[in-house]
């Protein structure tokens, strides 16, 4: 038993399987890094600092917004 994208054989349709093969693993591979990437990106774009976050009160106690 060998790896997906690997010939047992060396006929044509066994090797254009192959290629296809590993041209399908290597999208895949692609696509879940370039997932992984943007997902990781938004984080870091949206991210709010704690001490941010910690002078909220403050102003909108004295300005009387709840």
Known sequence: MTPWGLAQ???WTAILAAVGLVLLK?????????LI????????????????LMGVPQPTSV???Y
Do not use: C, N, P, Y
């Open 9 to 11: 054989h060396t006929q």
């Open 26 to 34: 290597l999208l895949v591979f692609v696509m879940v890094l370039a």
């Open 37 to 52: 990437e943007t997902t990781l990106a938004k984080l870091r774009l949206f991210r709010i600092s704690g001490s941010a």
């Open 63 to 65: 300005t009387g917004w």
